[in-house]
């Protein structure tokens, strides 16, 4: 499994980005992971206005059409954070299982790690599936049930509905920490500098979880946005490339999160002894080209996750 970081970048636009080149972007990453069979994670919002859980999941719907679609088998799975899932109104929640099924499913997070999971039959079908923990292993016990009304007599849906509500920040970073436990690498691509609410942006955590993990995170900062930042903290790009910061009210703790991934730094290298590994990392960390970004990323995973 290979988590997914991508957002809209802040500078996308001071670099000569289109709105929609991020969507071509995330063609290129998907590309490798597809063709080694890989499912793919990311955590991200349940509202239907514009994010990327429903671009990956179209995108991953046309390429794996043909594999094998029951839970547990599925190419994308949809990370939730608990006070996420509590506050999502049921019919929405129903509707979101539809439009992700038949290729995705939801993982909602809590502290302990995977509290429940959830997937429709098929966007037609009225059938869900829920059980307890992360995916429908073959001893799971599931939960069968049929539309709004099953969901809401559902004993799993009851029983993360009762969960005692988290802090957002708090969720939030207990997500970021079940996706670095479970995924076997990460992939950083945008991202934005401002607008959070936590501690340290979303994309440093979610790279210092992967870095704590002990899991490969590959950086593309040529496309701008955090993930540049990101790989100039870990020395895969040089200072100098930076793009001139603007002015924001979350400048001071963007920096703190940029701070501790430079702290981080001697833990990130050593994970890579290899002196070519090492190189193609800082390649895809600062190449523009779509196809070269592609073409490195597949090697990276074919050599590093296999």
Known sequence: MVAVSISVADDQARMGYTADYMDRVLQAILLPAVTEGATIAYGGRIEHEHNYTLVLSSQLGEAYRRMEQRPGRRPFVHFVALHRFQATAPAQLLTHLRTLAPYGEIWVTGRDGVLASFAAATPEQSALSACQGPGFGADAALDIVQGLDGLLACPTYAAVM????????????????????????????????????????????????????????????????????????????????????????????????????RAARPSWQAMFPDAAVAERLRTLARTESLADASRILGGLMIGLLA
């Open 162 to 261: 009762a969960q005692a509500a988290p802090d957002p920040s708090e969720s939030f970073t207990q997500m970021r920490r079940q996706m670095a436990a479970l995924c076997h690498a990460r992939v950083l691509v945008g991202g934005r500098s401002t607008g959070f609410s936590g501690p340290i942006s979303g994309l440093c955590e979610e790279a210092l979880a992967t870095l704590a993990a002990q899991r490969p995170l590959f950086v593309l900062g040529g496309f701008g946005g955090a993930s540049r930042d990101i790989a100039i903290a870990l020395g895969l790009l040089d200072a100098n490339a930076a793009v001139p910061a603007l002015a924001s009210p979350d400048r001071e703790r963007y920096e703190a999160g940029l701070a501790m991934l």
